[in-house]
DNA sequence: ACATGTGAACTGCTTCACAGCG
DNA sequence: CGCTGTGAAGCAGTTCACATGT
């Protein structure tokens, strides 16, 4: 896992200061997202044998501009050559470094109900390194039980647990109603990041951070945009 | 299902021309998803027996500020009462029809994995009026089966069966290697409106509605932030 | 010649602040 | 007096356009 293993070649400038790892500039959050999905359009495009690749044919696959992908790399440092575009393999190690792709990821999922239990077995986790240590619930029925290699456990021993194993990330896939309780309990476990799939916001002190992905409320998105869209512009 | 059913009492103003329901202006993806947010904190507050909520209280609870709730608010139209604040009942009838959910929304769900097995028996899709008509799979292992209710039926009858149920939405819970081929054929089958749960952008013709849910995506967005957080201003 | 990297212009969402009204 | 509704100000993210480098 040493920094820039990914890429072979000389490195350029053995002799770069600061700059490219922890810039100290507060990131968009939706130049984050972007960033990850380079990575794996650049991922597909290794596993089709493409060396190199341009802003304009990464924005192609990326649903974007070539000037975007450019901008938002450029936060991180200067990963193109001119005339040229970008080596592919270097650039997938560049983003692995940047989004911290590098290290494992220790992740306990809270919910073994449908959406936790596929979580569980849910292979593009595994790929990109976070390891489910544990799926929690208070269901007696389902303690015990395992859900794809992992185990169900007690949710009141989650605080216990994770003193020991130290996870990095809770996934929350529990009724809505429940959430905000769960999200303290975790939070008072000591877990200061969570992903969660309840469709209420939560609330939780500043050094946790959360991200919510509300699927109900996505399909209410495309309803509206149903709704509304021979409406506006049929020109358009 | 006339426009304007929900709200009792007099429409303030019998005489406005355009502006409520199907105002001609391109509102932000962002304001409709906090609209489908404030939606669900009025029917908790609803639930709890709440007649009355303010911009404060809504945005307290919807994690947001008084001003946006009210903007948001306003594009639509003025549900509120100055100096006392919204009807729950009222609002909540209001952003119903404003999101498109006075009907039923017909729903096919392609892929019948974990993914696709746990969408089609959640509980935040039936509440909001949208029916899984049926759960699309190539994996002759899996049709006849049943997923919670619904017939896995056969991939390759998709554009016959859209030609007689006329579907509205079609959710793609396949692997992100078929995501694009799958689109196609839904697109083709006359379906023009996508929920992707496949961690690919998809390219589809400007007349189809797509909305991406990618999980992977977001753990990285954490991971990110979790490998950022603290080499960023500690005193914030 | 060609594609990157980036300051500058622009667009549009969010926040402010207050007039308007119950 | 309190809270809504909204024009105006502020700000952040995106797009433009071109200088830079190969």
Not at 29 to 50: F, M, P
Not at 99 to 118: C, D, M, P
Not at 152 to 158: I, P, T
Request: glycine fraction near 10%; aromatic fraction near 6%; charge should be negative.
């Amino acid at each position: 896992m040493a920094p820039g293993g990914g890429a072979c070649e000389i490195v350029h400038k053995p002799s770069r200061p600061e700059r490219s790892v922890n810039a100290d500039k507060p990131i968009a959050e939706s130049t984050v997202r972007r960033l990850s999905l380079y990575l794996r359009v650049l991922e597909q495009a290794q596993e089709r044998g493409t060396r190199t690749i341009s802003s304009d044919e990464l924005a192609e696959e990326g649903g974007t501009t070539s000037a975007q992908v450019r901008k938002d790399l450029s936060f991180f440092g200067s990963f193109g050559t001119r005339g040229r575009g970008y080596h592919v393999a270097e650039l997938v190690a560049e983003l692995h470094r940047i989004l911290g792709l590098g290290r494992e990821w220790r992740v306990y999922i809270v919910g073994a109900g449908r959406i936790g239990a596929a979580l569980a077995g849910y292979h593009g986790f595994v790929q990109r390194g976070f390891t489910v240590l544990g799926v929690y619930d208070n269901d007696a029925r389902l303690i015990g039980t395992a859900v794809d290699d992992v185990v169900v456990r007690d949710f009141g021993r989650l605080a216990t647990d994770a003193a020991a194993e130290r996870p990095d990330i809770a996934v929350l896939a529990v009724p809505g109603e429940v959430a905000q309780l769960v999200a303290e309990r975790v939070v008072a476990a000591g877990i200061d990041a969570i992903l969660n799939f309840a469709p209420v916001p939560l609330h939780v002190p500043a050094h946790v951070t959360v991200r919510s992905v509300n699927m109900a409320l996505e399909l209410e998105g495309l309803a509206y945009a149903i709704v509304h869209r021979d409406s506006v512009h049929p020109a358009a």
